[in-house]
């Protein structure tokens, strides 16, 4: 006979069963509604970090951006100081070449005063006089070496300011040069999105790398190069000018001492050429003085023959008339004339002989004057002729020189520099 089979286990009540059942349903409506929260959560803070995500990025892109065009802003000014520093170390090296020239074309006036006073210490005798030539001489040697002192210490001037500008344009250059480099890195961050493809995570990217710098100092950096650079400049431009000033100063010394030592030069020589001229003209008397006084101590030497004859002829009458017989040998009329003839022609010459005598020692006297004569002539021909050769040396001097005019309205352009730095960068 077949028998019932109970499943063995506990049993649930009723209730139990209805129990079961409303509470599945209701933790079922209770993880709905969690769920509904959850997701509704989830939609929340999706929209907000998108968003804040969205404005973040734009907020960073516009920084970025701003950040380009601050940097581009100094770029800009330094390139512009950069340019303008190298207009001005071409325009000093012009400026330094012109006054180097200018000094080693003091070295020819110098060799030409030295030359002018070794010729005249060929001089001979009185003409080696100390006139004005000679001071005037001294005086453009002295001129010179100071001129060339002067014009030494404004080219070591130039090469120390062309140091100094090529130091702040190696400033200006480098920040220049870095500020191009921030750039293009600035710009490669501007263009990095989400499907590029060479982003990725990095280590500790918010760390503040090793000499980063505040941007006050950053921003005082680059105004002190620039200030620096406009400085610089503004020196150079005033350096520029005192050297030209210095040249054209130097220029107009040494020609004035060149136009007072040439004109006591000339002078000097219309001196000379008055001196020989009247030595030559006191010369010419001479000799006519001399052919005079020739002649006349011929005559004087005829008239003593001729007083000699006449003396041998009383002396021959006195002597025959003392052969007079006896009585005839008296001392009459005849003896008496005879005698006084005699006498007087002794003392006539002795007269003449004594004139012959000074005639003769004026004529050596004038012969002595004449070789002096002749001598300072030759004195004055040699210094005359070498003054001539000083001249002809100092030709070499008058030498058209080329101006140097400066480029660049330097002045001009100094004045308005920081003014327009200031706009720009403002």
């Not at 077949?2 to 049993?11: D, F, I, T, Y």
């Not at 010394?253 to 020989?276: G, H, V």
């Not at 001729?306 to 017989?325: C, M, N």
């Not at 006084?340 to 004529?363: F, N, P």
């Amino acid at each position: 006979m077949a028998s019932l089979s109970v499943k063995p286990g506990q049993r649930y009540t009723l209730p139990d069963w209805q129990n079961n059942s409303l509470l599945i349903s209701a933790n079922a409506e209770q993880q709905r509604y969690n769920s509904h929260q959850v997701r509704q959560g989830g939609r929340v803070l999706r929209n907000e970090t998108g968003n804040q995500a969205k404005w973040d990025e734009h907020k960073s892109r516009t920084q970025l951006k701003d950040r380009i065009a601050s940097v581009d802003k100094w770029r800009e000014a330094l390139a512009r100081c950069l340019t303008e520093i190298d207009s001005e170390i071409d325009a000093l090296i012009k400026v330094k070449q012109a006054a180097e020239n200018a000094l080693q074309a003091k070295n020819l006036c110098l060799d030409v005063a030295i030359e002018c006073l070794t010729l005249r210490e060929s001089r001979r005798d009185i003409d080696v006089v100390r006139d004005p030539v000679e001071e005037e001489l001294l005086n453009e040697v002295k001129v010179i070496e100071k001129t060339k002192k002067e014009l030494q210490q404004r080219v070591e001037d130039a090469f120390r300011q062309l140091c100094l500008l090529k130091e702040a344009r190696q400033l200006l250059d480098m920040d220049h040069r870095h500020k191009v480099e921030a750039i293009e890195l600035d710009q490669q961050c501007i263009s990095f999105n989400p499907t590029s493809g060479n982003i990725s995570f990095k280590v500790n990217p918010t760390r503040i790398p090793y000499g980063t710098t505040a941007l006050s100092e950053w921003e005082q950096n680059s105004r002190c190069n620039k200030e620096n650079g406009e400085r610089e400049i503004k020196a150079s431009i005033d350096l520029r000018g005192a050297i030209l000033l210095s040249i054209a100063q130097t220029n107009n010394e040494l020609d004035a001492q060149r136009t007072a030592t040439e004109f006591a030069l000339r002078k000097r020589m219309r001196d000379m050429e008055a001196a020989l001229n009247e030595l030559r003209w006191q010369e010419e008397n001479t000799l006519e003085e001399i052919a005079e006084m020739e002649e006349e101590i011929r005559q004087l030497e005829e008239d003593i023959r001729k007083r000699t004859l006449d003396l041998k002829v009383a002396h021959t009458r006195l002597e025959t008339r003392t052969y007079r017989p006896h009585i005839e040998l008296c001392r009459d009329q005849a003896q008496f004339g005879l005698t006084d003839e005699v006498q007087q022609l002794e003392r006539a010459i002795r007269a003449l002989q004594q004139k012959r005598t000074e005639s003769q020692d004026a004529l050596d006297a004038l012969y002595r004057q004449l070789h002096r004569i002749r001598t300072d002539i030759g004195y004055k021909t040699n210094s005359l002729q070498l003054d001539n050769k000083c001249m002809d040396t100092r030709r070499k001097l008058v030498v058209s020189v080329e101006k140097f005019e400066p480029e660049v309205d330097a002045v001009n352009r100094t004045r308005d520099l920081p003014r327009k730095s200031q706009l720009e960068l403002a």
